[in-house]
């Protein structure tokens, strides 16, 4: 099957500040960008099948198989109840660690109404442009009544538990500091949705909403990933005017919202007069003012070998792709790129050849893969 071709090609070159820390990088990245795929709307993730396979989410509530650059029809069999409103709706797509044997598909969304909704996770197979044997595995509590804030992320682990991230629902900041409830977390379950038996807070709390609760104070988290070298989880979450952050996330540890943040309220109010606090995590990156961090991907490609051990990020607010650069888990410096195209982007994902594809996040959105002149 030919590929599909679109005539906008656009070369780049972004010119690196060389930096004396002695990483050898190069000092210039040299990449393509090609739009491989329109006609999305509000496309909110992608997860890699294959070389020339993927699946794609719409935020609007459809989920599709993208086959050589081809959309399929929206695929069937998706939840009844996805709430398609404010930032919610269909949001992550991430395979099963074992998808090539059990063919599991994990999705979060927003579900319910907006008197009372929550983020949900299912896991489901794929035939035929269908959703077979689909459960829910996950149910965030308490339920909330606003439309926004709701994490969405999903990442697994080596052991193949599933880390969720869950938002703080905007106006229940507070309950990002209470660990009877899931919201303002990352949450940690297994691949069935149980809860393992090694997370920090079993136990402690009455309902026992604790147990799958694996780290806290944290207030709008869109990026998740394990690093399967470093072993380490990394997270990016939006703060409020100012604030945002990138964490490395240590099991039972507080990152701090909202007694802890850099930023203020939109309306200038000052949210806490702490910057620091006994026992609460320093962000790993801070950004004030506000980039709106949206995804978060580990570069281990060979395309961009000068990206490998990197983290990469999209932003929404400031319209680029931040390029993290990291010494060990220290960052040493961060490059934009992608910022002359204008775009918010929603997600960041790498290729299994390396190159970078990056969601457009709008009504009229697209996938753009980026790849690399040089090489
Ligand atoms: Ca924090």
Do not use: C
């Given at each position: 099957m030919a590929l599909k071709t679109f005539p906008k090609i656009i070369l780049c070159l972004l010119l690196v500040s060389n930096w004396?820390?002695?990483?050898?990088?190069?000092?210039s990245l040299q990449y393509d960008v090609k739009?491989?795929?329109?006609?999305?709307?509000f496309p909110w993730s992608l997860a890699f099948i294959s070389d020339n396979q993927f699946l794609v989410t719409e935020r609007t509530g459809k989920l599709r198989h993208v086959v050589n650059f081809t959309l399929s029809k929206p695929i069937t069999g998706l939840p009844e109840d996805i709430y398609v409103n404010g930032q919610g709706g269909l949001q992550d797509v991430v395979l099963h660690p074992n998808y090539a044997q059990n063919g599991w598909i994990y999705l979060s969304y927003s579900a319910g109404t907006d008197e009372r909704n929550t983020l949900k996770v299912m896991r489901a197979k794929l035939e035929n442009n269908h959703l077979v044997d689909?459960?829910?595995i996950f149910t965030v509590e308490p339920y909330r009544s606003t439309p926004v804030h709701y994490g969405a992320r999903l990442a697994f682990m080596d052991d193949n538990s599933l880390l969720i991230s869950s938002g703080d629902?905007?106006?229940?900041?507070?309950?990002?500091?209470?660990?009877?409830?899931?919201?303002g977390k990352i949450l940690r379950v297994l691949d069935t949705g149980e809860t393992p038996?090694?997370?920090?807070?079993?136990?402690?709390?009455?309902?026992?909403?604790?147990?799958?609760?694996?780290?806290?104070?944290?207030?709008?988290?869109q990026g998740l990933v394990y690093d399967l070298n470093r072993d380490l989880v990394f997270s990016n979450e939006h703060g409020p005017a100012g604030g945002d952050e990138i964490n490395i996330i240590k099991r039972g540890d507080n990152y701090g919202w909202p007694i802890v943040t850099n930023g203020k309220d939109y309306s200038g109010a000052i949210i806490t007069p702490f910057k620091k606090y006994q026992g609460m995590r320093q962000p790993l990156v801070d950004w004030t003012p506000s980039i709106a961090p949206s995804s978060l991907a580990m570069y281990n490609g060979v395309m961009f070998p000068q990206m490998r051990g990197d983290l990469l990020v999209s932003t929404l607010k400031s319209k680029e792709i931040l390029?993290?650069?990291?010494?060990g888990n220290k960052v040493v410096d961060q490059q934009s790129f992608l910022s002359e195209l204008g775009y918010r982007f929603r997600d960041i994902k790498v290729h299994p050849d390396g190159s970078l594809y990056v969601l457009v996040d709008n009504e009229q959105g697209k996938i753009l893969r980026v790849t690399s002149k040089s090489g």
């Open positions: 004396a820390n002695g990483k050898d990088k190069e000092s739009e491989v795929v329109t006609g999305l709307n689909s459960e829910v629902g905007f106006d229940y900041r507070e309950d990002a500091q209470r660990k009877n409830n899931q919201m038996t090694d997370n920090p807070y079993i136990g402690e709390t009455e309902k026992n909403l604790s147990a799958a609760v694996y780290s806290i104070g944290h207030r709008n988290p390029w993290i650069q990291m010494q």
